[in-house]
């Protein structure tokens, strides 16, 4: 299963929906996609940005 969302900004959506899909679904596998996201989704605890490298 693979959940898609248009905007990133708090994650909770797509947590809600795997949630959801696991618990109440029974799906096992669960990706997700995003489409955009602010500089600011990407910010760790620290308030340090963080920059995703998907070869790492």
Request: hydrophobic fraction near 45%.
């Amino acid at each position: 299963m693979i959940i898609v969302d248009d905007l990133l900004t708090t994650g909770s959506s797509i947590a809600e929906a795997a949630r959801a899909l696991s618990a109440d679904a029974g799906v096992r596998s669960i990706a997700s996609a995003v489409i955009a996201a602010p500089p600011e989704a990407f910010e760790l605890h620290t308030g340090e940005p963080h920059h995703f490298d998907p070869h790492n």
